[in-house]
């Protein structure tokens, strides 16, 4: 069995019966439903010509949303009435395995809710679908980041919720262009516009995008800029920049780190993150830079054919690696975010 087959499989056999997509089966903190993560996993499949997965999970999602529309509307109309909100208040990011909104886990994070906005209007394009439910929970969504898309939340990796993730934004202005074609809005249009000149205003620092608004730092969530949200042109100058700038500070020996600081198992390499830089480089036509980096993700799998969330043999921080093996255990393997990216990478 190759690697494209063995991450098809494993994508499917970490759906459950009620539609839910969960992290990994192997290990108890990603036995969740991570909006962001599961929405490339279905996108994996879609772009395979395989959409039953992706017809469940997006029926169970769908009627969830639709069930937290008073959450919705409270949470707008104490925002619009400057009233303090609090974790509890804004949509949840993570799901238990059982469909429940979990509290201890999930954190208000923007960017889960952008990429499922994205990745179910993709699915209803591939499939020719329009069902009832699809639409309102895609006007829930819209209404929700339209809303939210500037406050400061967690980020794409579940930290620092005191500032503007650029890679955030990224996904919410994906997500409200993907609705505008589903549903054309005026107001997707507008607001994705005004993200989009956000960014450009306050996420460039010397000629190149930077992790937060008003921050200088470096992140391969910058990615998400050109990919998949065409955000930002991939000949742009200044993602050509960041590219060249991720490369710089975090490509270790064709491995991708997440950002300079990274201290989560010692920040090692990550496979999704390495296979986003291939999916680039595919994009752009350099097919030597796509195929060293591709066969570093294929070389790490396990002996059953398993990618692991990230690589700690050349870490950033080591002294954390026993700390988090000491609460978390082993690495997560096999990763079914890592799996989606590898066959995105692939096929896409």
């Known amino acids: 069995m190759d690697l494209i087959e063995k991450s098809i499989n494993l994508i499917k056999g970490s759906q459950l019966k009620s539609g839910i997509i969960i992290g990994s089966h192997t290990h108890w903190a990603y036995k969740y439903c991570f909006l962001k993560d599961n929405s490339f996993s279905v996108y994996a499949l879609d772009i395979m010509g395989d959409y039953n997965v992706g017809d469940k999970y997006y029926d169970w999602s769908s009627k969830k949303i639709i069930e937290l529309e008073y959450k919705i509307a409270n949470a707008i109309k104490r925002y619009k009435n400057n009233e303090k909100l ?28 952008g990429v499922w906005l994205w990745g179910i209007c993709q699915h209803m394009k591939m499939t020719n679908q329009k069902k009832d439910v699809y639409i309102k929970s895609i006007e829930l969504v819209a209404k929700y980041l339209e809303c ?11 930290e620092k919720d005191d500032r503007i993730h650029t ?6 202005c994906g997500g409200l262009q993907e609705a505008h074609d589903i549903i054309p809005k005026n107001e997707y249009n507008k ?17 190149r995008f930077s992790k937060y608004a008003f921050y200088d730092d470096i992140d391969s969530s910058l990615l998400f800029l050109a990919l998949p949200f065409h955000v930002i042109e991939l000949t742009d100058d200044r993602m050509i920049k960041t590219v060249s700038e991720i490369e710089k500070a975090l490509l270790n020996d064709n491995g991708l780190h ?40 294929e070389n790490r799998s396990n002996g059953n054919g398993e990618l692991p969330e990230q690589i700690i043999d050349k870490v950033l921080n080591y002294d954390y690696i026993e700390r988090w093996k000491e609460i978390y255990g082993d690495i997560v393997c096999p990763s079914i975010w890592a799996h989606a990216m590898y066959i995105i990478a692939k096929k896409a």
Do not use: H
């Open 86 to 113: 609090l974790n509890s208040d804004y949509l949840y990011s993570i799901y238990n395995d059982n469909g429940i909104e979990d509290e201890q886990r999930s954190n208000f994070q923007l960017d889960g809710y």
């Open 148 to 158: 939210f898309w500037k406050s400061p939340c967690f980020g794409c990796w579940e």
């Open 167 to 172: 890679s955030t934004l990224a996904c919410i």
């Open 191 to 207: 607001i994705a516009m005004e993200i989009k000149t956000y960014i450009l205003r306050n996420c460039v620092i010397e000629g």
């Open 258 to 297: 997440r950002y300079g600081s990274d201290s989560y198992f010692g920040g090692g390499r990550w496979i999704n993150l390495t296979c986003w830089l291939a999916w680039y480089y595919k994009k752009v036509g350099n097919t030597s830079k796509l195929d060293i980096l591709i066969n570093w993700v």
